[in-house]
């Protein structure tokens, strides 16, 4: 399942890395990932339907300057992984006084 793949590349940039769901009590940096699609091929390879998935990691830090990092730290985990970049966009979260990002990445499996 390429979610664990994303989930260890993850890993290998901080040890804070969640499915879906950022937990309360954290620390920061932090990432969450969560399948957004799955496009299954109509073809087939060996007898194999190749998927393109949409998988969607969002970034959680406390300085717009470490979110840039982070950014930066994702993208060249994920270009390991035959993904490439569909989409990002940034956020400040009043509320909890956050830099967010989520990049959208396509990953065929």
């Not at 309360?24 to 799955?38: C, M, Q, R, V």
Request: cysteine-free.
């Amino acid at each position: 399942m390429i979610e664990i793949t994303v989930h260890d590349k993850l890993k290998e940039i901080s040890p804070n890395v969640y499915p879906m769901i950022l937990p309360l009590a954290t620390n920061f940096p932090a990432y969450t990932y969560d399948l957004i699609s799955i496009n299954t091929s109509e073809a087939t390879i060996n007898g194999v339907m190749p998927q393109n998935l949409r998988i969607q990691i969002s970034i959680y830090t406390k300085t717009y300057q470490q979110l840039k990092q982070e950014y930066t730290k994702v993208i060249s985990k994920m270009l390991t992984i035959k993904s490439y970049l569909l989409d990002a966009n940034e956020m400040y979260e009043n509320e909890t006084k956050l830099y967010s990002m989520n990049i959208d990445f396509s990953v065929r499996a």
